[in-house]
């Protein structure tokens, strides 16, 4: 009878035992799969992107993913779409916000494609003839800025000659300090691979922009080709970046279906001589 309960008692811890693994790496693998499906990006998205059929990619984002990585193609897809639809210059006033914020847009989509190995010259040309045009209507803190951004692209294009050469310019005006500089800088450094630099420009904007730094380090690309370096990993570790980045209203916070009306765009648009 002992036996039989020692047998009886064995077996109940087995089967405890297996509940306890298989619940364990279920709750692993639906993580992964939820972490997964957060970046989601259509096939198709994907290749209308490589297209450069800006139009098609973004009716494909609205219909058949809602991912937060999605979501935040689709709003760089709509600030291009939203220009090309008004088909008005900006005011004088809003020129250099609106013109950098296009580049902007060109550079993620490129290097999104980037991640995907696919080499869209089109949409880094765009990006760089935007920057130029934003730097017609810049202080010098802001030329600094996009001088920064177009060494960024442009490295990661692979001409680190051309790269430099916009780099070098950024002497020729006050950097400083400012945060939005350290951004920059970081993207820059990532794009030449040089990790040290990069988690040093994160660490100081992120003491002043953390929300924004999170955000860019979840659905940005710019680190892609650095983010498993055991240095660029142990700046996430002493960020709390884990935990910190469970926090749903961290992402892409709208998960309702985002639509790009054309009618009525955001931006103050008026005619220029």
Known sequence: MLHFYRKTIF??????????????????????????????????????????????ASAIL??????????????ELSHILLYKRANQPPSRADAYDFFKGIGVA??????FLKTQDIEQSDLFKQA???YKKSIRFASNLDKAEVYILMAA????????????????KVKLYPASLDLQIQ?????YFAAKKD?????????????????????????????????????????????DFDKKTKNPDLLVPQRKKLKINYKKPRVRLKNTR
């Not at 490295?155 to 051309?162: A, L, P, T, V």
């Not at 951004?183 to 993207?187: I, K, Q, S």
Request: aromatic share 12%; proline share 1%.
């Open 153 to 168: 692209i442009t490295e990661s294009s692979g001409n680190s000659k051309k790269a430099n050469s916009y780099f070098k």
């Open 62 to 75: 609205q219909t058949k993913s809602q991912s937060d990585k999605s979501i935040y193609l689709l709003r």
């Open 183 to 187: 951004e920059c800088l970081a993207a």
């Open 128 to 130: 760089i003839k935007y």
């Open 106 to 111: 060109y550079h993620n989509l490129y290097l």
């Open 195 to 239: 990790v040290q630099h990069t988690v040093e420009s994160l660490k100081k904007a992120y003491k002043g922009r953390s929300k924004t730094i999170l955000n860019w380090i979840v659905l940005g690309d710019d680190f892609y080709f650095i983010k498993d370096d055991i240095r660029f990993q142990n700046m996430l570790k002493e960020l």
């Open 11 to 56: 077996l109940c811890i087995c089967c405890v035992t297996a509940f306890v693994v298989f619940s364990s790496t279920y709750a692993k693998e639906t993580k992964k799969e939820e972490t997964v499906s957060n970046l989601f990006v259509p096939k198709e998205a994907i290749t209308e992107l490589a297209k450069d059929d800006l139009e098609k």
